[in-house]
């Protein structure tokens, strides 16, 4: 089991939850002092109130809420967003309205989730050349049913 530190900054934030036995996510809640209209293609930066230390070789994946997807086209617009483990600062969910109409985001409104996962160590090396597929330099679009 891996631990995370939380900080909570100030008395509306509260941590992360996660809603049953199997889930892959925490649900974040809105941290707001009052509510937040988030108009028809419009971008905004919410506030969770908590900042966390992630253990050396993780992140946190932060990605949007199938329930706000579907009901009010809410999304998460860098979805998904990385949290790296050296990031100390409050965590802050960028929200895009993709409907038609305007969306009130409340304080305590679950707003995201955020998934951690295991970093493979990485290390880069350049080469005259790379071994070859089938798929060789296909992408965008480039198969076929």
Do not use: W
Request: with cysteine; charged share 20%.
């Amino acid at each position: 089991m891996v631990k995370i530190k939380f900080k909570l900054l100030n008395k509306n934030a509260r941590l992360p939850k996660i809603m049953s036995n199997f889930a892959a996510g925490a649900d974040l809640g809105a941290c707001l002092h009052k509510p937040f209209v988030l108009a028809p293609g419009s971008v905004g930066l919410i506030p969770c109130g908590f900042a966390m230390a992630i253990p050396e070789g993780y992140e946190a994946q932060i990605r949007p809420r199938s329930g706000l997807a579907v009901k009010h086209c809410i999304g998460v617009l860098n979805s998904p967003g990385t949290i790296d483990a050296d990031y100390r600062g409050e965590v802050k969910i960028i929200l895009f309205n993709f409907g038609k109409e305007s969306f009130t985001v409340k304080n305590g409104d679950r707003i995201a989730q955020m998934v951690f996962q295991k970093l493979p160590e990485v290390k880069f090396e350049c080469v005259e050349m790379l071994d070859t597929t089938v798929r060789g330099e296909g992408g965008f679009g480039h198969t076929k049913l």
